[in-house]
């Protein structure tokens, strides 16, 4: 059965930083690519950014490219993103989610088959 358990989120000032760790378990991780997602109230789930199984390729929205950046441990089957930065409106529920797939597809929440329960990401001004 596959697990994503994130954790870190919390309350921050703009401008301040977090980092968000998923935890993954129940496959070969390595095997998957990892995307992180946000939701916040009232707007639709949207992409964050994703990352490559083998790390070497990333995506980014254009709303977090030069604050967030993903990255990947396969020894520890852990995906994690950076975010600097911050803004107010980052805040959001933070998701992470795994794909079989890699490709342009790898922005689109329907590409991914398995999601964690999410992380709150508070951002005060």
């Known amino acids: 059965q596959v697990q994503l358990v994130e954790s870190g989120g919390g309350l921050v000032q703009a401008g301040g930083s977090l980092r968000l760790s998923c935890a993954a378990s129940?496959?070969?991780?390595?095997?998957?690519?990892m995307g992180w997602f946000r939701q916040a109230p009232g707007k639709e789930r949207e992409f964050v950014a994703a990352i490559r199984w083998n790390t070497a390729i990333t995506y980014y929205a254009d709303s977090v490219k030069g604050r967030f950046t993903i990255s990947r441990d396969n020894a520890k089957n852990t995906v994690y993103v950076q975010m600097n930065s911050l803004k107010s409106e980052d805040a959001a529920v933070y998701y992470c989610?795994?794909?079989?797939?890699?490709?342009?597809?790898?922005?689109?929440?329907?590409?991914?088959?398995?999601w964690g329960q999410g992380t709150q990401v508070t951002v005060s001004s």
């Open positions: 989610a795994q794909s079989g797939i890699w490709g342009s597809d790898s922005t689109r929440s329907n590409s991914y088959d398995a």
């Open positions: 129940g496959r070969t991780f390595s095997s998957y690519a």
